[in-house]
């Protein structure tokens, strides 16, 4: 991620605002939102709507017109983006059409631009909040994982500053551009370990990454590894662990503010590299399971955000951090394994390990006493054929927090849905031989992943995200780029200083 813009506030005519781009949103029917268009349509004479009548430019969402001044205004460019309809636009859709804009000027080469927030339905009516949400968009534009690339496939954004005309400055805005740009960095960074290859990303390197975040950020924090993991009777994440040469890591980070109101363990699933072990997984589908760790993650980074930012709750953020390999120490189908919980699993599937890991993961949470507990996993590919790839699906024991946290991602523009936690799945876990299988029927298998994690929440309000879909991209869209997406730490941040 290159270093934070540098922001202006402006209350100034756009037609004199100095900046390499200037962004107008648009809407369908070429309707344009505040003075900023037709201020610079009539400064360029008219140029604007020639040029959208002759183009066909209508507003459609996702459609842009760029237009070179010549030196009749400030701006070296003007480009007009289409925002789809004006009704429908909400401050969620804020942070794509930020990222959109520094996308742009990215490519272009260009070192600022600057957005017409103005133009932008509802802004004025809580400028701080679109500021937030501006800002997010922006910085997250100019993301590219670019580190292993050299030559000329290396082009590192040269955008250095972005104005946002419209909004004035003052302390209440400049509070919300930091929470917009750290919330932005916290997903970068996720980005950032999740696009790494897994032999860059193992469990003990993903322990120090956690344990420089802790050092930098002031948290307590706690790594174990496989000794004193047996002594807590992790023994089903361990055995997941037992087929790869990598030895697996617990990490619990802790942010512990005085006078906290609540308690709230977050749990990332962090299997650095998913084979499927024994159950092996077809060549192809293990081609992008250095992923399988974005829950770990965005954990990880979403208690350094909220750390900075300075949160009135208590956080821990717990990992149990390993890779799932067919080497040959491990586990197999119908072997027995009781972990932390006391709970016997019979091992069905060694493919469905991440329910095993986040079991122990979550009996150890317990153990903190927490108020919630929320869990966030590349769990399913039932996810994903439920709700596609853009999608989270959130289910728990709680229907206010899980409706806590869908009105969260509703305000940062991060697509989840609920999903409900039908007990008659359960019978599919039944086992003759322990307390339960680790893996039921293909059908509802979502769900039967939630309904298995569930029995290790302790009757605590508990709530499941499965970002299996959404946690990577094939493709850059809205504030997503290709590869790591940094889903759902956006969503956290929003629910934990709400």
């Known amino acids: 991620m290159p270093s934070p813009l540098t922001l202006r506030f402006l209350v100034d005519d756009p037609a004199r605002v100095q900046t390499g781009l200037l962004a107008i949103p648009v809407f369908e029917g ?18 604007l709507r020639a040029l959208m009548a002759e183009e066909s430019f209508s507003g459609k969402a996702d459609s842009q017109l760029v237009v070179h001044t010549h030196g009749k205004i400030a701006a070296a460019r003007v480009a007009l983006f289409g925002a789809g309809s004006a009704d429908a636009f909400d401050f969620s859709d804020i942070p794509a059409l930020g990222a959109r804009v520094t996308r742009l000027a990215s490519r272009l080469g260009l070192t600022s631009a600057a957005l017409c927030a103005s133009g932008i339905p509802r802004a004025a009516d809580d400028s701080a909040r679109a500021t937030r949400l501006a800002v997010l968009g922006a910085e997250l534009g100019r993301y590219a994982f670019d580190k292993y690339l050299t030559g000329e496939r290396k082009k590192p954004s040269k955008l250095l500053e972005l104005a946002l005309v419209g909004v004035a400055e003052g302390a209440e805005i400049e509070v919300a551009a930091t929470r917009g740009r750290r919330t932005a960095a916290a997903v970068a960074q996720v980005r950032d370990w999740v696009n790494e290859p897994a032999i860059e990303m193992t469990p003990s390197k993903l322990a120090a990454h956690a344990e420089a975040v802790a050092k930098t950020r002031g948290l307590d924090c706690r790594v174990l590894g496989p000794s004193e993991c047996k002594k807590l009777g992790m023994n089903l994440f361990l055995g997941v662990s037992l087929g790869s040469a990598e030895e697996p890591r617990f990490i619990h980070l802790a942010y ?11 749990v990332g699933k962090g299997v650095t590299f998913d084979s499927g072990g024994l159950s092996l997984k077809p060549a192809q589908s293990m081609e992008d399971m250095k992923t399988d760790m974005a829950g770990a993650a965005t954990v990880i980074a979403t208690i350094a955000a909220v ?8 956080v821990h953020a717990i990992v149990a951090a390993t890779e799932n390999m067919p080497g040959g120490r491990a586990y197999r189908p ?17 493919d469905a390990e991440g329910r095993l890991t986040l079991a122990d993961a979550l009996a150890y949470a317990l153990t903190l006493q927490p108020d919630e507990m929320i869990d966030i996993a590349t769990l399913t590919g039932a996810c994903v054929v439920a709700l596609g790839h853009d999608i989270a699906g ?3 024991s709680d229907p206010a927090l899980v409706d806590r946290i869908l009105a969260a991602a509703k305000r940062v523009g991060e697509p989840m849905w609920p999903l409900p936690l039908h007990d008659r799945l359960k019978e599919t876990l039944k086992s003759e031989v322990a307390d339960m299988k680790n893996s039921g029927e293909r059908w509802g298998g979502a769900i039967t992943a939630g309904l298995f994690l569930r029995d290790f929440t302790g009757g605590k309000p508990w709530a499941h995200l499965d970002i299996a879909g959404p946690s990577s991209s094939e493709k850059e869209h809205g504030i997503i780029a290709k590869g790591g997406t940094g889903f759902s730490v956006a969503t956290l941040v929003e629910y934990l200083l709400a």
């Open 30 to 47: 070429g309707r344009a939102h505040g003075g900023a268009f037709e201020a610079v349509n009539g400064a360029l004479g008219g140029l």
């Open 256 to 266: 512990k503010p005085a006078g906290a109101k609540k308690r709230i363990a977050l």
């Open 307 to 314: 750390a900075e930012l300075g949160c009135a709750h208590e």
């Open 334 to 350: 119908g072997d027995v394994i009781t972990g932390m919980g006391g709970k016997s699993i019979e091992i069905t599937n060694t």
């Open 394 to 396: 959130v289910m728990g």
